[in-house]
């Protein structure tokens, strides 16, 4: 952010209640008057609140052009933050097509290798692996520029290192992810920088590739450690703290202790709401998080109470197609399917896979969970030949979007040999199973929970 508000938690929420109080008393068109509403639509972003912050901003962006230019720095920045407005507001594609257009302006008015052209063409790839469309190279080819201007390791490329491991571990290319992980925490240690709060984030992305390894209790010790170093470090309510805080809740569920996560989940949410207010996205998520803790520990009534408000408030504020919406929508379909409500289980999943296709794309990874779920409540919903068809489908595709050994593709054979057996097919059932035990050992490992499902599946079919 330009403005550089999380710094304090809640402080954009006082700079919000003075502009709207102070605004309507201002000159308007006036110099005061334009700085003002720009700090309060950096504020209203900071807040979560991105539409209302799109609003300010494209209101404010001609008066600031008449003073400044098109191509002057400051407009670069106002620019670059609409877009990032629109992105975060769920319309992915049209924040990606405004960034290149300011990156064209910045080419051709800053240079290519200015340090503000490179921040944008980071926004670029990450917006397009947002949307399903990683590109390594782009990335890798950034961090080079990078590189050719500040030197081989120098810390203005660790932003485009860290967004790179972020979207490595996103596609579930978790051993690559980590190994860019801890060369950041051993750069930031030799620079002296181990409680700095970038690096506090880094642990924190750092601790989550334990979980994709299945290593659960091990990431709780992890969060555990962590959580006491940033609050030692920014505060118990700093954004960031609630951030581990809230991921270390998170392990504690994965590690099967449901009740210790509920109870962490409840603070968290708590300070969220004093800290960030009840309808930050970060709160939601949060809220989200707790009602999918309830569902773990068998309190399905709970779960969606506290899911029917998340989604209304998200629908309300982001849209009803934004991307958190739609998380929603997915964990209340599946809590349908659990509870025995098939008929509207597969209809709301339905719903999703038509909404998801559109907002982020047929063959993102969310788009296919949501198909593989869908598959799932058509087994629990005695339709065993209907989920064949289904995961024999989502394969090829899961096999072209991300690749035969990306965690999905091997939960969708697994489903697959399901239904095989569902639909009365049990030898080859127990030849899917066996080619799924034996790559989930070579890719996941011998211990990780899928793996440990799908060996148990196979012995109760020998008992």
């Not at 989200?288 to 803790?293: M, S």
């Not at 394969?395 to 054979?413: N, P």
């Amino acid at each position: 952010m330009v403005t550089g508000l999380q710094g304090v938690a809640g402080e954009y929420s006082e700079i919000i209640r003075i502009a709207e109080y102070v605004l309507p008393h201002v000159e308007q068109q006036s110099i005061a008057a334009l700085s003002l509403e720009l700090l309060y639509a950096d504020a209203l972003h900071e807040a979560g609140r991105f539409k209302e912050a799109l609003i300010v901003f494209e209101a404010s962006l001609p008066q600031l052009v008449d003073l400044t230019g098109y191509r002057s720095r400051i407009v670069f920045q106002y620019r670059t933050q609409i877009a990032s407005a629109i992105a975060m507001s769920g319309n992915y594609r049209g924040g990606a097509s405004l960034y290149e257009g300011i990156l064209a302006d910045q080419v051709e008015h800053l240079g290519d290798f200015h340090p503000d052209t490179l921040t944008t063409r980071r926004h670029i790839a990450i917006i397009n692996s947002t949307i399903g469309s990683f590109n390594e190279k782009e990335f890798r080819s950034l961090i080079a520029d990078e590189e050719r201007i500040h030197g081989f390791g120098d810390k203005n490329t660790w932003p485009t290192i860290e967004a790179l491991a972020q979207t490595l571990w996103k596609v579930s290319r978790n051993d690559e992810a980590a190994v860019l992980y801890r060369k950041l925490l051993s750069a930031r240690a030799q620079e002296s920088m181990s409680d700095h709060p970038d690096n506090l984030s880094t642990r924190n992305d750092y601790g989550l590739t334990f979980l994709r390894e299945g290593r659960a209790e091990e990431a709780v010790g992890w969060f555990e450690r962590l959580h006491e170093d940033a609050t030692r470090v920014m505060g118990r309510t700093h954004p960031t703290t609630l951030n581990i805080e809230n991921n270390w809740a998170v392990c504690l569920l994965r590690a099967g202790r449901s009740k210790e996560a509920i109870q962490l989940f409840e603070k968290v949410v708590s300070k969220r709401t004093s800290a960030l207010g009840l309808e930050h996205p970060d709160t939601l998520e949060s809220k989200h998080a707790l009602a999918d803790a309830f569902v773990v520990d068998g309190s399905p009534k709970p779960a969606m109470k506290i899911f029917e408000e998340v989604i209304a408030n998200r629908a309300r504020i982001l849209g009803h197609d934004h991307p958190s919406t739609l998380n929603t929508c997915h964990n209340i379909a599946g809590l349908m399917s659990a509870e025995g409500r098939h008929a509207e289980a597969i209809d709301a999943f339905v719903r999703l896979i038509k909404n998801r296709q559109m907002v982020l794309g047929v063959d993102h990874y969310d788009t296919l969970r949501a198909k593989h779920d869908l598959a799932n409540a058509m087994l629990r919903a005695h339709r065993p030949d209907a989920a064949l068809e289904l995961f024999q489908a989502l394969l090829s595709r899961t096999v072209r979007a991300l690749g035969k050994d990306h965690q999905l593709t091997l939960r969708t054979r697994y489903g697959l040999a399901n239904a095989l057996q569902l639909s009365l097919r049990p030898a080859e059932a127990k030849g899917v199973r066996q080619s799924v035990l034996a790559d989930q050992i070579r890719v996941l490992g011998n211990d990780h929970p899928d793996t440990e499902q799908t060996r148990l599946a196979l012995n109760l079919l020998r008992q």
